[in-house]
């Protein structure tokens, strides 16, 4: 069994900057991506940034100049600095990893993490 915890998030002012972290621990042979989702009221989870493990990154166009994910394969972690927060970036964000359990195993396994929620409002 894999578990992602996340910590950060919270209340901040439009325009501010906020962190979020976010640790992988259990049974990890190797992650294959590791990133983050997010889920406003009323919409569907959406694509904030995703890191494979040679570092390749992909963004969401809404966030791109604002936000910087980075990862730390060697202790499974992924962090994500958000910049000018909008009052539309307030969302339940979610860690996201695709998990090679064994050396042997066929394919990834996906995991998410509990949620923190992040509000940007005056």
């Known amino acids: 069994q894999v578990q992602l915890v996340e910590s950060g998030g919270g209340l901040v002012q439009p325009g501010g900057s906020l962190g979020l972290s976010c640790a992988a621990s259990g049974s990890i042979f190797r992650i294959t991506a590791m990133g983050w989702y997010r889920q406003a009221p009323g919409k569907q989870r959406e694509l904030v940034a995703r890191?494979?493990?040679?570092?390749?990154?992909n963004y969401a166009d809404s966030v791109k100049g604002r936000f910087t994910a980075s990862r730390d394969n060697a202790k499974n972690t992924v962090d994500l600095q958000m910049n000018s927060l909008e009052p539309e970036d307030t969302a339940v964000y979610y860690c996201?990893?695709?998990?090679?359990?064994?050396?042997?195993?066929?394919?990834?396994?996906?995991?998410w993490g509990q949620g923190t929620q992040v509000t940007v409002s005056s």
């Open positions: 996201n990893a695709d998990v090679l359990t064994t050396w042997y195993a066929s394919y990834a396994r996906d995991y």
């Open positions: 890191i494979t493990s040679s570092g390749s990154t």
